[in-house]
């Protein structure tokens, strides 16, 4: 059992893209915007340096200088947890040592990439992270990019750290997360990882969610949110209908991260292209731009709901 209070973390979270300048380099000040402009649209908490903030493509200064600029930015007014995950243990505890120097209000990781290791080897990668930092810690399982599927047996073996927090859940089974919410207990947090299934994971017990489409259209999640604590599931069914395939349109482009990065750049907040090799999506590209028109859409018509 944990022993931080993370009744806290029980919210919508945004999964921060990382904006780059023209010539490559992370975007110090659209950075501070960005974190702005989610602040105030109402969102209070950001997962930073992670998939969707394109964080392997990211040398260690880099996901320093993008943490630091976003807690120093924000931090105040949200929670950020900084996806430290690594290749290797030793620039993972690396980071997570500079998250709790900055302020940062939690770590997450997700195994090690690349090689195909064991349940210990992760095991003692995860344990190694959480003893860098008295941070809480959410493990981050995502089988489908990492080749690594949590078990039941390692995922007990963690709930026995004092600084595993939670999970973020983006195996694509939606009752994974029922069971880890059932072996975690109610003060463990569950973070829905599939955006398409977010009302979905919440039925089933997750407390919140952490997505790369939330970024283009925050509005919509936290309407999701509000209904559901507001015990209005068939509403939240329905703007869930709504999203679901508005996510598998920003999928259509050459690059989701493009594509999201668009949607926020049209809404007057530049974010520049993804790193290679994740591909551009041009700002005049008429789908991209009728896209954000229908996201616009959306947002007005469930406003009132």
């Known amino acids: 059992m944990s022993k931080f209070d993370v009744s806290k973390f029980k919210h919508v979270t945004v999964a921060l893209n990382t904006p780059f300048t023209s010539d490559g380099s992370v975007d110090v000040n659209a950075v501070k915007a960005v974190s702005?402009?989610?602040?105030?649209?109402?969102?209070?908490?950001?997962?930073?340096?992670?998939?969707?903030?394109?964080?392997?493509l990211l040398d260690t200064e880099e996901r320093k200088l993008v943490a630091e600029t976003v807690v120093n930015e924000v931090g105040q007014d949200m929670n950020i947890i900084v996806h430290v995950g690594c290749p290797d243990t030793r620039h993972s505890c690396e980071l997570a040592a500079h998250a709790e120097k900055i302020g940062a209000a939690a770590t997450s990781a997700v195994p090690c990439v690349y090689y195909h290791l064991g349940e210990e080897s992760v095991y003692r990668h995860w344990t190694a992270i959480t003893e860098a930092a008295d941070l809480p810690f959410f493990i981050y399982n995502i089988p489908q990019l990492t080749s690594f599927n949590l078990s039941m047996n390692l995922f007990n073996r963690m709930l026995e750290n004092p600084r595993v927090a939670g999970i973020k859940c983006s195996s694509d089974p939606a009752q994974d997360i029922l069971r880890f919410k059932q072996a975690g207990g109610k003060d463990f947090i569950v973070f829905n990882g599939p955006d398409e299934q977010y009302a979905a994971g919440r039925l089933l017990g997750a407390d919140a969610g952490i997505g790369g489409?939330?970024?283009?259209?925050?509005?919509?999640?936290?309407?999701?949110?509000?209904?559901?604590?507001?015990?209005?599931?068939?509403?939240?069914a329905q703007v869930?209908?709504?999203?679901?395939?508005?996510?598998?349109?920003?999928?259509?482009?050459?690059?989701?991260?493009?594509?999201?990065?668009?949607?926020i750049s049209l809404d007057g907040c530049p974010m520049g292209?993804?790193?290679l090799p994740f591909l551009p999506v041009?700002?005049?590209?008429?789908?991209?731009?009728?896209?954000?028109?229908?996201?616009?859409?959306?947002i007005e018509t469930v406003k009132n709901w």
């Not at 936290?222 to 507001?230: G, Q, T, V």
Request: glycine share 8%.
């Open 36 to 56: 702005r402009y989610f602040r105030d649209k109402g969102i209070k908490q950001m997962y930073v340096c992670g998939s969707t903030g394109e964080g392997f």
């Open 273 to 275: 292209d993804p790193r």
């Open 282 to 298: 041009a700002l005049d590209d008429p789908k991209l731009v009728q896209l954000y028109h229908d996201i616009k859409a959306a």
């Open 240 to 263: 869930q209908n709504l999203v679901t395939p508005l996510i598998y349109r920003l999928c259509s482009f050459p690059s989701m991260h493009g594509a999201v990065k668009g949607i």
């Open 213 to 236: 489409t939330y970024g283009a259209m925050p509005e919509l999640y936290m309407k999701i949110d509000e209904l559901i604590d507001r015990g209005e599931w068939e509403k939240a």
